[in-house]
T-cell receptor
Framework: DTEVTQTPKHLVMGMTNKKSLKCEQHMGHRAMYWYKQKAKKPPELMFVYSYEKLSINESVPSRFSPECPNSSLLNLHLHALQPEDSALYLC????????WGRGTDTQYFGPGTRLTVL | EDQVTQSPEALRLQEGESSSLNCSYTVSGLRGLFWYRQDPGKGPEFLFTLYSAGEEKEKERLKATLTKKESFLHITAPKPEDSATYLCAVQQETSGSRLTFGEGTQLTVNP
């Protein structure tokens, strides 16, 4: 089973709202990722968690706040977003943490959360 | 800097008309090359991982091949349900799990 689940599927929020996106995997993967994807563009990496610790932050604005409560769960807390933050937010997981060593590491993506900021 | 270029940007095929998608890459030390399929508004679905030049992998009507400079995704006798955007991504030896994606090829298969 290579399933990554994300909730909610759709989210509409105002610029003053606070909301959270949730991601879950039960494959025993030790790395989890947040990506942002705009229409007709490839996914852009935002954050990487390795063994529940933040290992990569791609200079993402502080209005996005990631959290990894345990090895199966990943959250993305949203606050004071801008309309240009509207996008498809994707979660992914992979078996090994980054910089594990030789051998490749396949990322499995969830279905995404379609976020609209008004 | 790692670069991935996919061509064509868009491809229209008739059902049963076989073709190939191209992914050219420039990376210092390839750890792996990945193909994903993405339907509109959904997350990328993993198709293949290729590790070294000469490797080939197949799944139903899809076959992926890898050389030292490019990868091809061959689609044999496509069906309308094969319509999607196909994404190619590379993983470099020293960049951990970070993926560098191409811009994708949007495939439409008409009945």
């Amino acid at each position: 089973d290579t399933e990554v689940t994300q909730t909610p599927k759709h989210l509409v929020m105002g610029m003053t709202n606070k909301k959270s996106l949730k991601c879950e995997q039960h494959m025993g993967h030790r790395a989890m990722y947040w990506y942002k994807q705009k229409a007709k563009k490839p996914p852009e990496l935002m954050f990487v968690y390795s063994y529940e610790k933040l290992s990569i932050n791609e200079s993402v604005p502080s209005r996005f706040s990631p959290e990894c409560p345990n090895s199966s769960l990943l959250n993305l807390h949203l606050h004071a977003l801008q309309p240009e933050d509207s996008a498809l937010y994707l979660c992914a997981s992979s078996q090994r943490p980054p910089y594990w060593g030789r051998g490749t590491d396949t990322q499995y993506f969830g279905p995404g959360t379609r976020l609209t900021v008004l | 800097e790692d670069q991935v270029t996919q061509s064509p940007e868009a491809l229209r095929l008739q059902e049963g008309e076989s073709s190939s998608l191209n992914c050219s890459y420039t990376v210092s030390g390839l750890r792996g090359l990945f193909w994903y399929r993405q339907d509109p508004g959904k997350g990328p679905e993993f198709l293949f991982t290729l590790y070294s030049a000469g490797e080939e992998k197949e799944k139903e009507r899809l076959k992926a091949t890898l050389t030292k400079k490019e990868s091809f995704l061959h689609i044999t006798a496509p069906k309308p349900e094969d319509s999607a955007t196909y994404l190619c991504a590379v993983q470099q030896e020293t960049s951990g799990s970070r993926l560098t994606f191409g811009e994708g090829t949007q495939l439409t298969v008409n009945p």
